[in-house]
């Protein structure tokens, strides 16, 4: 997320984008066709397909949990009870990869243990994955529990040609969470990438990703969207005058998946690719994260509270504000 985020703010800041990147279609439910054109100097003679595997169901069984939490219909989806090991991610849970109707709850592991009643004994969060105890439940404040279920996993495939114009499908690994698309081997370039999300029925326009070759040009001078935006902005960073930067977000604005090391944060590494492309500019970096909230929920808690928004985003003029807000997808 990190790298992402830093990569596209400064091609906004400071680098030219062109659109030069092979069209790409569905053609059926798990098939694709990527066609002719030149992009990085190679060129495809002529469209290709590939069929595209679909997500692959996984059983879980004897997944052991030491004590079961009461539901809590209140929390978030991820905390209303315990959560499936495994959709499980850096701070909740990836979304809908499970089979709720798969779930069982048993007392021991193996099939001969008595199996626990949904509704009765335990309750399930079906979109976030996490399970609890209710009231009356057969099960014990303390007692370990042996769950079976099915899920699937994320992938990102990834199209590359070689110099010939020959193209080939390098399978992602299946993953949740942090999903890292499919290594091309040595001679081979890059130019889509496809999503094949769990639980997915079928590809649609939206699961395809054509890698744009064209225009990121880092000495270009030439006109961008910061040119006509931003422009105080950008005369501030070639000229050495100071500027204030503020990041207004969630978890991943205060070190969501990485921890309290600033250095691993991707405003940290937003700065040092600033300084990288203005060397002479001078930054003062101000965070207003509030992990778990929306942008709604920050802007609307109380004044002199520990997440003020116009204490913490407006009061410092900032020159430059970043938004990020994930949890905005749900909020």
Known sequence: MGSVLSLTLLSCLCLTACDGSLEMRVVADWRIEIGSGTVGGITLSEPVTFDITPPQRIA??????????????????????????????????????FYPETLQVKSAAGEEAVQFVYGRDYEIDSQWGSFGRIKGSAIGENQEVFIDYDYEQDRLDTLAVNASGEVFLFAGIPSLGVVLPGA?????????????????????????????????DGQSDSLCAAEESLPKTLEKLRTGIPLTLVTFGDSVS??????????????????????????????????????????????QSPAGSEHDYVRDVLAPKPDLVIIEFVNDAYL
């Open 60 to 97: 879980i069984h004897d997944e052991r949990h030491a004590a079961v939490a009461l539901f809590n219909p209140d929390a978030g989806g991820w905390g209303k009870g315990v959560r499936l090991h495994a959709v499980q991610t850096a701070e909740c849970s990836a979304t809908d990869r």
């Open 254 to 299: 205060c070190g969501g998946g990485v921890g309290s090391d600033q250095s691993l944060w991707w405003q940290s590494q937003f700065m040092t690719r600033l300084k990288e492309q203005f060397p002479i500019s001078q930054v003062t970096w101000k965070n207003a994260g509030w992990g778990g909230a929306s942008s709604s929920a920050y802007m």
């Open 184 to 216: 091309e081997t040595a001679g081979f370039v890059p130019v889509a990438r496809v999503w094949i999300p769990g639980r997915g029925k079928k590809l649609t326009k939206d699961n395809l990703y054509p890698i744009s070759f064209e225009g990121w």
